[in-house]
């Protein structure tokens, strides 16, 4: 119940914390012995794991009050609640002195998304290209795409069939599935999405692969003979840098909403999916595209 009262409360004021149960580090979450200042917990950096340490001891023999420290932790939340508040604000108003500016060309924004992926942490990446690819043409494709699972979470913990499950419009039936990985696409993974599919009616039609790494001409050819063997599911690998550039050609003048729903997906997330250097790298990169000067950021 203590647990419950303070997720919502990290929710209701928006602190900087991971707003789910997962919000503990693994060098606590297995802990099941006495927390003193002699315990080698692997963290890093390792300081801040020996500070709050020795912060527990002193409650404990009194040096310092639990409500004094409970205060200033909150406090210092805030402050860094309200800094990074501060530093996308202040990036969104650079942006919108650029309103007036030549819209982006589809190359451009494929180049921007391409920085924005070599960045650091930008596993979940992926997942908001596609979701803004359509919730774009949603009305162009008459499909939708259903609102995000936990990107912390396995698939059969969430009870999602994939990464991104798309329906038809007015429709809660699942008919193409997509799955991201920033890895090379093994068999292991077409067999392993399989098993969560196969049984499902209506049957799912599509399970699509997107993958930031080579796509091996072996694994092209059995997902291939999926189809046959399963009786209508088509299994399929996409390049994600090749699968954006098509879309932007195809929907060449949605390419500043689409542009413009991945960067509002990228601010929505949490930092525990997407955290706020990589928020702000977006920003940064994009003002940058569309003054026309500048490098990539890392």
Do not use: W
């Amino acid at each position: 119940m203590k647990l419950i009262l303070l997720l919502l409360f990290i929710n209701q004021h928006q602190l900087p914390c991971n707003p789910t149960t997962a919000f503990l580090t693994p060098a606590l979450r297995n802990r099941n012995i006495i927390l003193t200042p002699e315990v080698n917990l692997v963290g890093r950096p390792p300081i801040l794991y020996k500070t709050v340490l020795q912060l527990l001891e002193d409650v404990y023999i009194g040096q310092v009050s639990a409500q004094d420290l409970l205060a200033e932790t909150i406090r210092y939340l805030l402050i860094i609640r309200d800094e990074k508040r501060q530093r996308i604000a202040s990036l969104l108003a650079d942006l919108k002195t650029l309103e007036d500016a030549i819209p982006l060309s589809s190359e451009a924004i494929i180049k921007l998304i391409e920085q924005h992926l070599n960045c650091r942490n930008s596993s979940g990446l992926p997942v908001l290209i596609v979701t803004a690819a359509y919730q774009t043409a949603s009305d162009y494709l008459g499909q939708r795409a259903l609102p995000l699972k936990s990107h912390n979470a396995a698939d059969e913990q969430t009870g999602a069939f994939g990464d991104i499950e798309i329906t038809l419009i007015n429709d809660n039936n699942v008919i193409t599935c997509y799955e991201m990985k920033m890895k090379t696409i093994t068999v292991e993974d077409i067999n392993r999405a399989l098993q969560k599919v196969i049984n499902q009616e209506p049957k799912i039609e599509n399970y699509i692969f997107i993958t930031t790494e080579r796509i091996e001409q072996y694994i092209h050819e059995y997902a291939t003979g999926i189809y046959e063997q399963t009786g209508g599911i088509e299994v399929v690998i996409l390049d994600c840098i090749s699968f954006l550039r098509h879309y932007l050609h195809l929907f060449h003048r949605l390419r500043m909403n689409f542009l413009e729903a991945y960067q509002r997906l990228i601010l929505d997330e949490p930092e525990s999916a997407v955290n706020q250097p990589l928020k702000e790298a977006f920003l940064s990169l994009r003002q940058t595209a569309e003054t026309g000067k500048g490098d990539s950021i890392e």
